[in-house]
């Protein structure tokens, strides 16, 4: 431990029926200083018994248990010690298995073997998540001792949020559609505003590497039971950034994409979108029954480019393909074009197409240019803290910044605002033929 403000030591109650997986836990936790084994139960009715006793911080659970499974057991823990965060323990790893683990309660899921750092980490995490529900339980404990009528436990009300949804995309490989994505999200959390990035690049979504975040839940969690969604079991599966932003979060494996249906994605869409004011949508390159949905879902879609000559060939194809899809309303009327990476005419390489040049050969006014600063935005990755947060004031997150405000004008206003005079460009022609082909 350092020398600084010591943790907070996490009091952790081991609970599986063989002894030495039991005694096996206990000497790896002994290794962290801020962790503390509180007591051990080899049945499910013994852990109950000392979950009350004790009153854990964490409780690690084997699911398989005599007398009481660990499912019912997490259930009767987690009504009567609401504070303690219960992580399953399985070899199983069977949806099903999940799924009743979240909805008894269960905060993480381990399957076995468990690796000693995997252990730590969740541990940890599950204690931070658990935060606010220490506060409580605080408050209204406090509220009782000074025979405070409002001490009764209030029953939580259903949330309910304005549910506008805004689809980051970009045909082009490497335009920075996550970074946009997640500091769009990060942007539009206010005090009275409930933000939620889901990450729908099923295949290979790094959401969870920008943000830092680790979890076993994703969306197949909850594209699996899409019949019997409803917002207790949302809950379990998002997991929370730091800065309070909700994450529902892609398959950890590649493979796990291709069991998840377009019309699941639509109705987990569906069933989140009551609960959140905001719902940011990260997605794949490429254009299909998929990414088509997600765009007919939105309210918004921020289409993102780079200036060079293939990015804006492909970003001309897909704005053809907005204006053909009949089905209103209208694809191309959602369109807020955000050009990013973009550099001062002095740094401009070969292949760099100017942004006025870009803007009269789409015909499609940019909203936002965002200029490159790949030292700040690796910096931000490694950190896992997103831009607007860690350099609102200057650029890029300034710009992020702006961009996530001039999406919520639009939204509630359901107009665009007028654009700054610095940015109504005047557009010369000259050389668009030779750059893009065609007659621009």
């Known amino acids: 431990m350092s ?13 599986d029926d063989i002894p030495d997986t039991r005694e096996n836990i206990r000497k790896l936790l002994a290794f962290e200083a801020d962790i503390q084994v509180v007591g051990m139960a080899g049945t499910g009715r013994e852990a109950v018994r000392l979950a009350t006793e004790t009153r854990p911080d964490v409780v690690l659970m084997d699911i398989n248990m005599p007398d009481m499974d660990g499912i019912t057991a997490t259930k009767a823990i987690s009504t009567a010690v609401r504070t303690a965060a219960v992580v399953i323990m399985s070899v199983q790893s069977e949806p099903g298995y999940l799924r009743q683990a979240m909805l008894a309660g269960a905060r993480d899921y381990l399957t076995k073997p468990i690796a000693s750092e995997e252990l730590y980490a969740t541990i940890r995490r599950v204690y931070e998540r658990n935060e606010p529900i220490r506060q409580q339980e605080a408050m209204l404990g406090a509220a009782a001792v000074g025979h405070v009528e409002t001490a009764q436990r209030p029953v939580a009300a259903k949330q ?22 997640t500091n769009i999200a990060a942007a539009l959390i206010r005090p009275e505003t409930r933000v939620l990035l889901i990450d729908c690049n ?16 994703n969306i197949s969690d909850l594209t699996k039971v899409v019949s019997d969604l409803d917002q207790e079991l949302i809950d379990n599966v998002l997991v929370t950034h730091g800065s309070g932003l ?34 940011v949508i990260d997605t794949p390159v ?15 879609i921020v289409l993102v480019a780079v ?38 005419e002095k740094e401009r390489g070969r292949g760099t197409v100017p942004a006025e040049s870009i803007a009269a050969h789409l015909k499609k006014d940019v909203a936002m240019s965002i200029p490159l600063d790949e030292r700040a935005v690796l910096t931000s990755v490694n950190q896992g803290v997103p831009l607007v947060a860690k350099q609102k ?7 992020l ?23 109504q460009m005047q557009r010369s022609k000259s050389g668009l033929r030779a750059l893009f082909g065609g007659t621009g």
Do not use: C, W
Not at 325 to 344: A, M
């Open 3 to 15: 020398s600084g403000t010591p943790r907070e030591v996490i009091k952790v109650l081991i609970v």
């Open 160 to 181: 309910v949020g304005a549910g506008h949804v805004i689809v980051v995309y970009s045909p082009q490989g490497g335009a920075g559609v996550t970074t946009i994505a």
């Open 202 to 217: 099923l295949q290979f979504g790094d959401v969870d590497a920008f943000l830092n975040l680790q979890s076993q839940s």
């Open 246 to 279: 909700k994450v529902l979060m892609a398959p950890s494996h590649p493979e796990a994409a291709y069991d998840i249906t377009t019309e699941a994605v639509r109705q987990v869409i569906g069933a989140v979108t009551p609960l959140y004011d905001y719902i």
């Open 286 to 300: 490429q254009y299909d029954d998929l990414t088509l949905k997600l765009f007919e879902l939105a309210e918004k």
């Open 307 to 344: 200036p060079t000559i293939p990015s804006v060939r492909n970003t001309r194809k897909m704005l053809e393909i907005f204006d053909n899809v009949e089905k209103p309303p209208k694809l191309s009327d959602k369109i807020v074009f955000v050009l990013n990476r973009t550099v001062s």
């Open 393 to 399: 004031s200057r650029s890029p997150g300034r710009e």
């Open 401 to 423: 910044a702006d961009l996530a405000e001039l999406l919520r004008k639009m939204i509630e206003t359901d107009e665009p605002p007028a654009q700054p005079a610095e940015q």
